[in-house]
């Protein structure tokens, strides 16, 4: 099992900056990456960003957050992180750290309880 403990989530205005914590713990051997999704009112959960852990640090980012976010790890203190930069209205959301892992051909995923994140205009 993995647990997966979020922080850094609050209230900004647009053009503002906050920075999303994600310390994991417990089987993290077997975490391949990590990443944040989130979730407005009414709307599906959405991928933000993530970055493998097991191969090269590679990242993947929505559209929408590309140039104003960044996700980055510290293996040491098994962390990563989403800097989100030049917030807008629409960024408001509650954040969700996602930890997954691959066994064969199959995914299996970690959630973290969220945080909420509101930009105000």
């Known amino acids: 099992q993995v647990q997966l403990v979020e922080s850094g989530g609050g209230l900004v205005q647009a053009g503002g900056s906050l920075r999303l914590s994600c310390a994991a713990s417990g089987s993290i051997f077997s975490i391949n990456g990590m990443g944040w999704y989130r979730q407005a009112p009414g709307k599906q959960r959405e991928l933000v960003a993530s970055?493998?852990?097991?191969?090269?640090?590679?990242?993947n980012y929505a559209d929408s957050v590309k140039g104003r976010f960044t996700i980055s790890r510290d293996n040491a203190k098994n962390t990563v992180y989403l800097q989100m930069n030049t917030l807008k209205p629409d960024d408001t959301a509650v954040y969700y750290c996602?930890?997954?892992?691959?066994?064969?051909?199959?995914?299996?995923?970690?959630w973290g309880q969220g945080t909420q994140v509101t930009v105000s205009s």
């Open positions: 996602n930890a997954w892992y691959w066994v064969t051909s199959i995914k299996y995923d970690y």
């Open positions: 970055i493998t852990i097991t191969s090269g640090g590679f990242t």
